[in-house]
């Protein structure tokens, strides 16, 4: 087993994407239930955490094609 003494950067950032998609999900079914907040805000701040999880998640797949050593 490898051991390394410090994550890639890609990887802190696929689980920053993955944070923001579980995020997501539980949002839409959460907030407006707990909070008393409208459905059109809680769906705003869903998209809005949706399109964070698929934007780190992207960003981790291009710094991760650039950090792997062409043949």
Do not use: E
Not at 28 to 43: E, N, P, Y
Request: aromatic share 10%; hydrophobic share 45%.
């Amino acid at each position: 087993m490898l051991v390394r003494k410090y994550p890639q950067p890609w990887n802190r950032t696929m689980s920053i994407g993955m944070f923001f998609l579980v995020a997501g999900a539980l949002s839409l079914r959460f907030l407006a239930r707990i909070s008393g907040m409208s459905t059109d805000l809680a769906d705003g701040l869903s998209g809005l955490f949706y399109g964070l999880a698929i934007g780190c998640m992207l960003l981790s797949l291009r710094m991760r094609g650039r950090n792997t050593p062409r043949p």
